[in-house]
């Protein structure tokens, strides 16, 4: 039997996972994560932390576990992208919380899985896609490090989403019938652009629409077929600058957006939809062209640095 500490969120799969390890025999406890303290970006009425904390609280008490808050992180910072979420906040402070209450491990309700393996005569974790091919969430995960892996378990990666939810209901749980959340990590529904329009300060600037056959995204295009920028990592993706389209609208600040974006844009009458091409946040220009297919989003390339490989 081991001390678990169960990031419990109020939703049906981390309630599951503790529902799981509880009937397991371990020693459990819920600790449900607060980092978001400012209801003015918050969208209250559809997925309010409270009732999450609520709901986590009353799957502790039917399971008979023990149950903390913890509130004293990540607040007024701007959000982490899921992936840098769980290796800096739910498997690094989160992680440390659990083990000054004592913990073996932590387990969280990811659709992902983990092996372990023997490489040059040494243990090492490996990361594995979740059984539900629908619900996988390793891609969240990808950067968490060997020790955090070492004390993660990951008790539904073996599950179906369907399969989740009947334990769920056959165990009573509040949260069996619980509508997923599609809010940000650990802070819940927000309005994203409001929450960093507060955080970050508006510019406005142009936004410049690249043709398909503009003739920087044919150069880019010949270099990527031809296979000429592998080893110069500054060709792999496409560069622009003004001369190369058109302004068609005024945005509100480059930081607001990223390379391969399509919502958010708010601009209309295109043939087909807008991605953004490339941002310059020096310049303060986005870079625009049609369609999922243009060769402005492609890029032979990726860089990932030695430290952050997995």
Not at 37 to 58: F, H, K, Q
Not at 219 to 236: C, F, M, Q, T, Y
Not at 238 to 251: E, M, P, Q, S, T
Not at 291 to 307: A, M
Request: aromatic share 8%; glycine share 10%; charged share 25%.
């Amino acid at each position: 039997m081991a001390r678990i500490v169960v990031g419990m969120s109020g939703g049906v799969d981390s309630s599951v996972v503790a529902l799981l390890l509880k009937q397991q025999g371990h020693d459990v406890i819920g600790l449900f994560m607060r980092n978001w303290n400012d209801a003015s970006v918050t969208l209250e009425d559809e997925c309010p932390w409270i009732d999450d904390s609520r709901d986590a609280m009353l799957v502790a008490e039917h399971l008979g576990i023990p149950f903390q808050v913890l509130a004293e992180y990540g607040r007024g910072r701007t959000p982490n992208p899921d992936v840098l979420c769980n290796r800096e906040i739910k498997f690094d402070v989160f992680l440390d919380e659990a083990l000054k209450l004592g913990a073996d491990f932590v387990a969280t309700g990811h659709y992902v899985r983990k092996e372990e393996v023997e490489v040059d005569g040494s243990k090492e974790y490996r990361l594995i896609s979740g059984r539900d091919a629908n619900k996988d969430q390793s891609y969240f995960l990808c950067q968490l490090n060997q020790f955090q892996l070492s004390k993660a378990l990951f008790p539904i990666g073996d599950m179906e989403k369907s399969e989740v939810r009947r334990l769920a209901e056959s165990g009573g749980l509040v949260t069996a019938g619980k509508k997923d959340s599609q809010g940000l990590c650990f802070i819940g529904h927000v309005s994203l652009p409001d929450f960093l329009q507060q955080k970050l300060s508006t510019k406005e600037g142009d936004v410049v629409e690249i043709e398909r056959d503009a003739p920087a995204v044919l150069a880019h295009k010949e270099r990527v077929l031809r296979g000429d920028a592998v080893e110069n990592p500054s060709l792999w993706h496409a560069h622009f600058n003004r001369n190369d389209g058109k302004v068609i609208a005024k945005h509100n600040g480059a930081h607001f957006y990223t390379r391969g974006q399509r919502r958010g844009l708010q601009i209309g009458g295109k043939p087909l939809p807008l991605f953004v091409l490339q941002t310059d946040v020096e310049e303060n220009v986005i870079y625009v062209g049609q369609g999922d297919n243009h060769w402005g989003l492609i890029s032979s390339g990726l860089f990932v640095r030695e430290e952050e490989a997995h």
